[in-house]
C-alpha cells in the first residue's frame, strides 16, 4: 500500500499512542503521559491546536479513545479507583455519559460508530476477550455537514 506519511507530534509531548481520527479527518485524539499518568489530547488538525476537554482531567489513566464523525463525541476508558469505567463526552455540552456494564466485564477497547448512536466495546469477561455492541439513544446523532435530519 503506497501513501504519504504525515508525522503528527508536538513539543513537550513525548510519545503518543492510540491514535483516533473523526470521521471528517478534522481532529485527531492521542493518548499522551503527562506528570505519569496517561491522558487524552484532542488536536485540530488544521491548526494543531489542543482543544479542551472538560470533565476528564480527574480520572486518569486514560485509554482507547474514539471519535464520532465531527469529534462532537469522544468515547473512552477511563480509570475511577480501582475500575476502568467507558464514558462518552458530549464535547458540544461537556457532558460526561459513563456507560453502566454488569460487574464482571472489564473494558479494554471502544469503538465508536460516526453518528455517535453505537459503541462497540471489547471485553474482558472470565478471562475471555469478547465483543459487545451497545445503543446510545441518549445522544443527538452526530452527521457530517450537509447530511439530511431524520
Do not use: K
Not at 503521559?33 to 484532542?42: A, F, P, Q, T, Y
Not at 462532537?72 to 456494564?101: H, K, M, S
Amino acid at each position: 500500500m503506497a501513501g504519504c506519511a504525515e508525522r503528527h507530534g508536538g513539543f513537550g509531548i513525548g510519545d503518543q499512542e492510540d491514535p483516533a481520527l473523526s470521521g471528517n479527518g478534522r481532529l485527531l485524539a492521542t493518548v499522551v503521559e503527562r506528570g505519569g499518568r496517561r491522558s487524552v489530547r484532542l488536536i485540530e488538525r488544521n491548526t494543531d491546536r489542543e482543544l479542551p476537554l472538560r470533565g476528564l482531567r480527574r480520572h486518569t489513566p486514560h485509554r482507547s479513545p474514539s471519535l464520532s464523525w465531527s469529534g462532537r463525541y469522544l468515547a473512552l476508558i477511563r480509570q475511577r479507583g480501582e475500575r476502568r469505567e467507558v464514558v462518552v463526552l458530549d464535547r458540544f455540552n461537556g457532558r460526561l455519559r459513563p456507560l453502566a456494564l454488569p460487574g464482571d466485564r472489564l473494558p479494554e477497547r471502544v469503538s465508536l460508530s460516526p453518528d455517535g448512536q453505537r459503541l462497540a466495546l471489547q471485553v474482558l469477561r472470565q478471562g475471555q476477550l469478547d465483543v459487545e455492541l451497545f445503543r446510545l439513544p441518549d445522544l443527538e446523532p452526530d452527521q457530517p455537514a450537509g447530511s439530511p435530519l431524520r
